[in-house]
């Protein structure tokens, strides 16, 4: 089958290369080769995107440098609890897209999500992980992560995202789990514009 699509992502710390410098590298061979341009040439490459970043204007700035280069064809989402940092993150990154030229059919969108539980909140306490953001009410109870990831994938569902689960998923009782809590959020999506519609479903 081969590699459909890879994920570019520069990591902590300081590169001598990023991913926004592969990127420009990719379009630039595009460019001065028979290579078709644009992200349906080969491997779809795609790039990660925090909405929730402490300094988002300058992740702004990189995920414009990134989509202006033309081969971008995804964007994931980081990690979160801010739900109005995440729309208003969806919303500039849309706007952004529509200003570089990118259409909404060029550019798939995937979001990561957690099935919270008092383990997995414990150990994020612990050993957060670098560049995700939890806030203390999110971390301190489940019945309030609950909450927030519910808001989350409506988010998700409203802007077409297609959920990434990141949590560990060992048995049938986890799939389970899940598929009722986004099966829950599809419910109440349908319920509120009277059309039913379903929820990607995408486990990780």
């Known amino acids: 089958m081969g590699i459909e699509k890879a994920l570019l992502v520069t990591g902590s710390g300081q590169r001598k290369i990023d991913s926004l410098a592969v990127l420009q590298e990719v379009a630039r061979r595009q460019r001065t080769s028979a290579a078709a341009p644009g992200p349906s040439g080969g491997v779809a490459l795609h790039v990660a995107y925090s909405p929730y970043a402490q300094d988002l204007a300058a992740e702004l700035l990189r995920l414009r440098a990134k ?6 064809g995804g964007v994931w989402l980081q990690l979160g609890s801010d739900v109005a940092a995440l ?3 969806l919303a500039e990154l849309k706007r952004i897209a529509h200003e570089e030229g ?11 999500v957690l099935m919270p539980s008092k383990q997995l909140l414990a150990r994020f306490r612990f050993r957060p992980w670098v560049g995700v953001y939890f806030s203390d009410g999110y971390l301190t109870d489940v019945g309030t992560a609950m909450a927030i990831t519910r808001e989350v994938l409506q988010v998700y569902a409203a802007h077409g995202v297609t959920p990434l689960w990141e949590s560990r998923i ?6 389970a789990a899940i ?13 509120a514009d009277g059309t039913g519609s379903d929820v990607k479903r995408q486990k990780r």
Do not use: F, H, N, P
Not at 67 to 72: A, I, K, N, S
Not at 102 to 112: D, F, I, M, N, P
Not at 179 to 191: F, I, P, R
């Open 170 to 175: 060992d048995k049938a009782a986890d799939v």
């Open 179 to 191: 598929q009722a809590l986004m099966d829950e959020v599809a419910s109440a999506d349908g319920a």
């Open 67 to 72: 989509l202006r280069t033309g081969v971008v």
């Open 87 to 89: 729309r208003r993150g």
């Open 102 to 112: 990118v259409g909404a059919e060029q550019l798939e969108l995937y979001g990561s």
